[in-house]
């Protein structure tokens, strides 16, 4: 269960991050029958948004924040970071003067690795949206989720230590593998392999979302503080409760929007 909740075991988690996460868990999360893509594009309608435009520094010596990208430097008044704490972790931006703190509190909250395998089926035997396991005495299985929207698609789930293997094995062939053990000989022919993400590979990425290492629990408020109220931080692995949701990167998101917008407010 934490491979699946975590990307991490149990070894590699703070209890007390993880006790927070589940005193906070919920039935509602839902899937996006869209896809995630189209919720985020439709969402931002109308915002000037500059792809391909990595920052790479901060320059927050003067009045006027300078950010560098590749096509060129760019002046705010405040800036919201909102990256995985892998792009923190190693630097990749970096703070002029120098943000330590930060820097580490990212390496604490490590992400973690969560993979899925996509598989057609030619005519599914099931009702809309069922769910096996693998084998639940196995460390290293899927949660196979069936026909998601009544689509004749399987979802198989690997996390933790079992994504970890399988980065260097056909995660297809493992679910499918799984899948003939359970359904019988018969259903083999019956699976294609559609699509597999690989969020370890991801450029800007590196895994899938953040657990805090044993006894860094309290990182997550370290990393989620602004820095002389003009550099704010969000993101899921910002969010005290809700990391490694989408909603909690959002509620971050729009937290630190507001405290701009407050601090820019005229006072009345």
């Known amino acids: 269960m934490s491979g699946y909740a975590n990307g991490a075991n149990l070894g590699q988690v703070s209890l007390h991050d993880w006790a927070a996460y589940e005193d906070a868990a919920s039935d509602d999360n839902w899937t996006v029958k869209e896809g995630y893509g189209t919720l985020v594009t439709s969402h931002a309608a109308g915002v000037a948004v ?3 435009t990595p920052v790479t520094r901060i320059d927050h010596t003067g009045h006027c924040l300078k950010l560098n990208t590749p096509a060129g430097t760019i002046e705010a008044d405040h800036v919201i970071v909102c ?3 892998t792009v923190l972790a190693t630097a990749q931006i970096v703070f002029d003067p120098p943000l330590a703190d930060k820097h580490a509190a990212a390496a604490d909250l490590p992400l973690g690795l969560a993979d899925k395998v996509f598989l057609h089926v030619d005519r599914p035997e099931w009702p809309s949206d069922a769910h096996l396991i693998g084998n639940p005495y196995s460390a290293c299985t899927a949660s196979h989720r069936l026909s998601p929207f009544g689509w ?4 198989s789930f690997f996390g933790g230590d079992c994504a970890e293997m399988l980065e260097d094995r056909d995660a297809a062939q493992f679910a499918i593998d799984e899948l003939v053990g359970l359904l019988g000989t018969g259903w083999r022919d019956r699976f294609t392999p559609l699509a597999a993400t690989r969020w370890r590979h991801e450029p800007y990425i590196g895994g899938s979302y953040s657990h805090a290492l044993v006894g860094k629990a309290a990182q997550r408020t370290v990393l989620a503080a602004p820095v ?3 550099i704010h931080f ?3 692995a910002c969010h005290a409760f809700d990391f490694s949701t989408a909603h909690g990167a959002y509620e971050t998101g ?3 929007a507001r405290a701009i917008i407050g601090d820019a407010a005229p006072i009345a």
């Open 254 to 256: 729009i937290a630190a």
């Open 152 to 155: 004749p698609i399987v979802e």
């Open 83 to 85: 990256v995985p704490t």
């Open 228 to 230: 002389d109220g003009r």
């Open 234 to 236: 969000a993101g899921e």
């Open 50 to 52: 500059r792809l391909s």
